[in-house]
């Protein structure tokens, strides 16, 4: 029986995954905008174009309710550089 410990941890792990998605997606956009996107850097981009898009709102919501509850101190700074 999964215990709640277990769930947060899939969904914190979910959440960091998702995260990483965009964060690529928003660099392999700026290699693409510059021009100096490869082969290798296209496939990656075609896997995860437009998460950034899609998904940030729903990321920053999630990421920010586990801020207020595991990192109250840093609640301003992430909210600032949203």
């Not at 947060?8 to 021009?35: F, N, V």
């Not at 998460?51 to 920053?60: D, G, P, S, V």
């Amino acid at each position: 029986m999964a215990t709640n410990l277990d769930r947060y941890r899939r969904d914190l792990e979910t959440l960091s995954s998702l995260g990483e998605d965009i964060r690529i997606d928003l660099g392999l956009q700026h290699q693409k905008l510059a021009g100096k996107l490869d082969k290798e850097g296209a496939a990656r981009y075609a896997h995860v174009k437009g998460k950034c898009e899609k998904e940030y709102q729903q990321w920053y919501s999630e990421a920010l309710a586990v801020i207020r509850q595991l990192l109250p101190e840093r609640r301003d700074e992430f909210e600032e550089l949203y």
